[in-house]
C-alpha cells in the first residue's frame, strides 16, 4: 500500500521560500500512470489544487500559483518537492501530497503538514 508522508518547516517568514518534501513508501513515484499532486486548505476554505508530476515527470501547474511555484522530485530517493517563492499569510494552509491514476483524482493522501506564513 502506497503511503505519502509531508515534511517540512511549520513557519516561515513572509517574502521567503516555502519548501516541502513528500517522502513515498510503498510504491514508486516512476510507476506508470501514476499521478502526485500538492495540494492545499487555507484555514476555513476548501481544497486547493496547486499541481502535478506524473510518472514520466511532467509538470502542471494550477494557473493561479504558476508564477511562484515549483514542483520536482528525486527518483532516487521516491520524493516530491514543492516550492512555493515569495510567501504571504494567504499562503497559510494545511498541505497535502496525493496520488491518484488520473488528474485530479486521488486515491492516497498523506496526512498533510501545516506550514504558517507569519513574521
Known amino acids: 500500500q502506497v503511503q505519502l508522508q509531508e515534511s517540512g518547516p511549520g513557519l516561515v517568514k513572509p517574502s521567503q521560500t516555502l519548501s516541502l518534501t513528500c517522502t513515498v513508501s510503498?510504491?514508486?513515484?516512476?510507476?506508470?500512470?501514476?499521478?502526485w499532486s500538492w495540494i492545499r486548505q487555507p484555514p476555513g476554505k476548501g481544497l486547493e489544487w496547486m499541481g502535478v508530476?506524473?510518472?514520466?515527470?511532467?509538470?502542471h501547474y494550477s494557473p493561479s500559483l504558476k508564477s511562484r511555484t515549483s514542483i520536482s522530485r528525486d527518483t532516487s530517493k521516491n520524493q516530491l518537492f514543492l516550492h512555493v517563492f515569495s510567501v504571504t499569510p494567504e499562503d497559510t494552509a494545511l498541505y497535502y501530497c496525493a496520488k491518484g491514476p488520473w488528474y485530479w483524482q486521488y486515491d492516497y493522501w498523506g496526512q498533510g503538514t501545516q506550514v504558517t506564513v507569519s513574521s
Open positions: 508530476i506524473d510518472f514520466s515527470g511532467s509538470i
Open positions: 510503498g510504491g514508486s513515484i516512476t510507476t506508470n500512470y501514476h499521478y
